[in-house]
């Protein structure tokens, strides 16, 4: 079946400095989501990419989808300490409702 | 409602017992997923549903998890004889869209029930 696969599965940052989390499947995706999920909270979506080679900003984040639709990334810049928890990618293929989630990735961030 | 509600937030069964887990999606939200996270992992799917219909149960993991969605709102996740490794959060996630090939659906996840048997 279909797996996604995220790395680092955990970083540890100082205040200011970037951060990127890659998502690579192992089949051709339809579309990719990125989630958010704080300690002890829930994944909250942040952005999802449908199209090849697609890049997305959402202030201090950038999601970039490859141009095979296989691999994608979420880029922080300057983290903050709100930046804190652990981000999921989620990638669907032919069905397009069944979400496969990858392990995640925890960022900490050190004031 | 507001947001995708889920009942109850903690529960501790002893091994064997049966457990039901309650999810109220989004008032209108015609797709409903079920979704279990381990510590320290991603969600895994378990089940869906498109308004009461269940077209999707290749996720659960055992004939003693069963998904039903009577009405095609309120859904309950119920695990019979509960064993050790049930253990998990039990995550609920409704949308507004059906499946389609233009996208998948957003989903908006309830804060979860924890599970833990003894």
């Known amino acids: 079946g279909q797996q996604v696969m995220q790395i680092p599965q955990y970083q540890h940052v100082q205040e200011g400095e970037d951060f990127t989390t890659y998502c690579n499947s192992s089949?051709?995706?339809?579309?990719i989501q990125w989630y958010k999920q704080r300690p002890g909270g829930h994944p909250v979506f942040l952005i999802q990419l449908v199209k090849s080679g697609e890049v997305k900003k959402q202030k201090r984040l950038t999601f970039q989808f490859g141009e095979a639709k296989k691999n994608s990334s979420l880029h922080i810049t300057a983290t903050q300490t709100t930046d804190v928890g652990t981000y999921f990618c989620a990638g669907s293929g032919g069905s397009n409702y069944k979400l496969t989630f990858g392990k995640g990735t925890l960022l900490t961030v050190n004031p | 409602g507001a947001g995708v509600s889920q009942s109850p937030r903690y529960k501790v069964a002893k091994r064997g017992q049966d457990v039901a887990l309650r999810c109220d999606p989004i008032s209108g939200h015609v797709s409903l997923f079920w979704y279990q996270q381990a510590l320290g992992q991603g969600p895994e799917f378990l089940t869906y549903f498109q308004n009461e219909a269940q077209l999707d149960k290749s996720g659960l993991p055992s004939d003693r998890f069963f998904a039903e969605r009577p009405e095609g709102s309120v859904s309950t996740l119920k695990i019979q004889r509960t064993q050790q490794e049930d253990s998990a959060v039990y995550l609920c996630?409704?949308?507004?869209?059906?499946?389609?090939?233009?996208?998948?659906?957003?989903?908006?996840f309830g804060a979860g029930s924890r599970l833990t048997v003894l």
């Open positions: 089949t051709t995706l339809s579309n």
């Open positions: 996630a409704s949308s507004s869209r059906v499946a389609d090939p233009t996208g998948a659906n957003v989903l908006t």
